[in-house]
């Protein structure tokens, strides 16, 4: 497409199987919502979706493309694949869940969004993820290798029991906080930090690979976990 699409209030656009390019002359206005349940949605132009975005219920949901996408509401990702080059930022309240997914693109949660992760680990990939708001971590399940987490805001860990598990294999870099507030956080895959950690009763922070540095910067909070 290089023409316009103008969504109002309380109606979704869905793309669910071909491949729908959007090339450098389209543009997206109003404030209703997208979702991609199979397919590619192809975004070559920097777009403001002011609604709610979601992508996933199958493996062959993708979305792509060299645009940067801001979403205004909610990012639903239960599934499918973020790639491309562009970067995808969400200022609302996003919720992970679902079934695996797969990161090959940079998202930023900006300041002031809040991700609640409840299910489905991201698999081994190339992904970026920039968190400068909070995310909290309920699930068990993982963050693949090869990705790149950086934290500079909260990350709370919420898992379900005290043996659920939490593990990032990803290089995890930590210029905010981190707070393990129930059940178990892994790391497998190294990082730095200038940031704090705290661990409440009955919580596990382990180290099982890579390297992790803890820079002069780095402050370990009061707390009586592991």
Do not use: C
């Given at each position: 497409s290089s023409g316009s699409f103008e969504m109002d209030a309380n109606t979704t656009l869905r793309v669910q199987s071909g491949t729908m390019v959007l090339d450098a002359l389209s543009?997206?206005?109003?404030?209703?919502?997208?979702?991609?349940?199979?397919?590619?949605?192809?975004?070559?132009?920097?777009?403001?979706?002011?609604?709610n975005l979601s992508l996933g219920s199958s493996s062959s949901a993708i979305l792509t493309g060299a645009g940067e996408i801001t979403v205004g509401g909610q990012f639903n990702w239960s599934g499918g694949r973020l790639q491309g080059t562009?970067?995808?930022?969400?200022?609302?309240?996003?919720?992970?869940?679902?079934?695996t997914k797969y990161l090959d693109r940079t998202v930023d949660n900006a300041v002031g969004g809040t991700t609640t992760w409840t299910s489905g680990s991201i698999a081994n990939g190339t992904g970026v993820y920039n968190n400068f708001g909070t995310v909290?971590?309920?699930?068990?399940?993982?963050?693949?290798?090869?990705?790149?987490?950086?934290?500079?805001?909260t990350l709370i860990r919420n898992g379900t029991s005290t043996s659920s598990t939490f593990t990032v294999n990803a290089a995890f870099n930590n210029t905010g906080a981190v707070h393990v507030q129930s059940g178990r956080l892994h790391f497998g895959g190294g990082g730095t930090s200038s940031g704090s950690f705290q661990l409440?009763?009955?919580?596990?922070?382990?180290?099982?690979?890579?390297?992790?540095?803890?820079?002069?910067?780095?402050?370990w909070l009061p707390g009586d976990g592991t």
């Amino acid at each position: 497409s290089s023409g316009s699409f103008e969504m109002d209030a309380n109606t979704t656009l869905r793309v669910q199987s071909g491949t729908m390019v959007l090339d450098a002359l389209s543009t997206w206005e109003g404030v209703g919502s997208l979702s991609i349940t199979g397919g590619t949605f192809d975004v070559a132009v920097d777009t403001e979706i002011k609604s709610n975005l979601s992508l996933g219920s199958s493996s062959s949901a993708i979305l792509t493309g060299a645009g940067e996408i801001t979403v205004g509401g909610q990012f639903n990702w239960s599934g499918g694949r973020l790639q491309g080059t562009g970067k995808l930022i969400t200022s609302g309240a996003s919720v992970f869940s679902g079934s695996t997914k797969y990161l090959d693109r940079t998202v930023d949660n900006a300041v002031g969004g809040t991700t609640t992760w409840t299910s489905g680990s991201i698999a081994n990939g190339t992904g970026v993820y920039n968190n400068f708001g909070t995310v909290d971590a309920q699930l068990g399940g993982s963050l693949g290798s090869g990705n790149v987490f950086n934290n500079a805001g909260t990350l709370i860990r919420n898992g379900t029991s005290t043996s659920s598990t939490f593990t990032v294999n990803a290089a995890f870099n930590n210029t905010g906080a981190v707070h393990v507030q129930s059940g178990r956080l892994h790391f497998g895959g190294g990082g730095t930090s200038s940031g704090s950690f705290q661990l409440d009763t009955g919580t596990v922070m382990r180290i099982q690979g890579g390297t992790m540095a803890l820079d002069a910067g780095s402050t370990w909070l009061p707390g009586d976990g592991t």
